[in-house]
């Protein structure tokens, strides 16, 4: 299958900076890619869909100045938590889709782990 | 707009015993259903999927689902449980195979010896 990895797997922050979390696409070119966020022992929840070139379409209640996404290439989408609280300590998770393979399924990173202190 | 949910948010098994991971889903559309596992701080690994050819699904690691479209159900089993079979369980829903995913609560697989 297509490999998506994650960049960091785990990242410890002070309260009010800011962190960038990458997701790239090793063998395939990604027009879509997805971020969730999941709470533990909790769902993975859909955050926003990232389209490369263009805006990223966000889920309801998901604040889009707080959770910038940014998808400049086909390979690379990036996702920055702005101003970080506690509160967004949580596990964040994308993937992405390899369109110029019909009948296939999105494939996930490992995951990153913001801790916000 | 659809849905899934897993009834049971824990499940406990023997080593050997077989393994049964219930989901419903909602769709107004033909769905393509997923099940994943996640083991401890890792992403997602794709056990199966339905794409609306065999009802009957197999997957890796021995596990199996089948789609029945009266009961609007898609549950999860392997035969036998294996002790590395412990981990979190997420059955998914989408309107197209690579698009934005619907999870559902998830089901926490115990094997006990």
């Known amino acids: 299958g297509a490999v998506v990895s994650q960049h960091p797997s785990w990242v410890i922050c002070k309260s009010g900076t800011s962190v960038k979390i990458e997701c790239r696409s090793l063998d395939f070119q990604a027009t879509t890619m997805f971020w969730y966020r999941q709470f533990p022992k909790q769902s993975l929840m859909l955050m926003a869909t990232s389209n490369e070139g263009s805006k990223a379409t966000y889920e309801q209640g998901v604040e889009k100045d707080k959770f910038l996404i940014n998808h400049a290439s086909l390979t690379l989408s990036t996702l920055t938590v702005t101003s970080a609280h506690p509160e967004d300590s949580s596990f964040y998770i994308c993937s992405a889709r390899d369109p110029g393979r019909a009948n296939t399924e999105a494939f996930f990173g490992q995951g990153t782990r913001l801790t916000v202190v | 707009a659809q849905s899934v949910t897993q009834l049971g948010s824990h499940v406990s098994v023997s080593e050997g015993a077989l393994v049964l991971l219930r989901c419903n889903y909602s769709?107004?559309?033909?769905?393509?259903l997923f099940w994943y596992v996640q083991y401890p701080n890792q992403g997602l690994q794709l056990l199966l999927k339905?794409?609306?050819?065999?009802?009957l699904v197999k997957g890796i690691n021995g596990f199996e689902a089948e789609f029945k479209k009266s009961e609007t159900s898609f549950h999860l089993t392997k035969p036998s449980a294996h002790m590395s079979d412990a981990a979190e369980y997420f059955c998914?829903?989408?309107?197209?195979?690579?698009?934005?995913?619907?999870f559902g609560q998830g089901t926490e697989l115990s094997v006990k010896p």
């Open positions: 339905y794409t609306s050819a065999a009802t």
């Open positions: 769709s107004s559309v033909p769905p393509y």
């Open positions: 998914a829903v989408s309107p197209t195979q690579g698009g934005k995913l619907i």
